[in-house]
């Protein structure tokens, strides 16, 4: 009788304290995290310019380094938007002709991103970076950059993560009716905080 009555006393401390699996979703990062962090990449294109050289196209090879510093809110599970802050280290060889000197700039663009993670850590990416840079005292040239990308995210704590990515990069310029474009492959690595994410990759529904 005894153990019977104690039974039922401690009976709702033990539902409360087992997992209901009905209640519970698989995620990766929960709603409500915060994702703090940047990546470093590379890639290497076949460029058109019809801007450089009013009156001639010059076909170009071009390897391009980038730092991008990434912050972000998940406004669902696995699901976050942010903003992306770009600064590009760009050297130019010409291919049309061997008169003209390598030529290196450096330029900077700021945009949204968009990134959803599989509860395997594979994620997808997408970006778009709008920017406006000087290159002489008379002209402005009107920027434009698009990424889409696949990555892994490594979570070597709760925290913290180690982050792969393949990316296929898409950049303008333009001034009247002339541009400049490059499209190509952007291998990167990156270093993400995710502040607020809980250990376990199952979170509660909120009821």
């Known amino acids: ?60 090879t071009e390897i391009m380094a980038t730092i991008n510093a990434k912050n972000g809110y998940f406004v669902m599970h696995d699901f976050v938007i942010g903003l992306n802050l770009t600064i590009d280290f760009r050297s130019k ?33 997408f970006s778009v970076a709008p920017g406006l840079l000087n ?27 180690i982050e792969p990515m393949l990316s296929v990069r898409y950049f303008q310029q333009k001034l009247g009716d002339r541009k400049y474009t490059a499209i190509g492959p952007v291998l990167g690595v990156g270093i993400q905080a995710y502040l607020l994410r809980k250990k376990a990759h199952v979170i509660k529904r909120a009821l």
């Open 1 to 60: 009788m005894r153990k019977t009555l104690l039974l039922l006393f401690l009976l709702p401390y033990l539902v409360v304290a087992q997992e209901n699996e009905s209640y519970l979703i698989k995620a990766k990062v929960k709603q409500g995290s915060i994702l703090l962090g940047g990546t470093v990449d590379a890639s290497f294109y076949k460029t058109t310019d019809a801007i450089s050289s009013p009156g001639q196209t010059i076909n170009a």
């Open 135 to 161: 290159f002489s005292k008379s002209d402005k040239f009107n920027l434009l950059e698009g990424r889409i990308g696949i990555g892994y995210a490594y979570f070597f704590n709760e925290k913290f993560s």
């Open 93 to 125: 060889k010409i291919d049309t002709t061997e008169e003209m000197l390598p030529d290196k700039r450096t330029y900077m663009l700021m945009g949204p991103f968009v990134r959803y993670y599989l509860d395997n850590g594979i994620f997808g990416e």
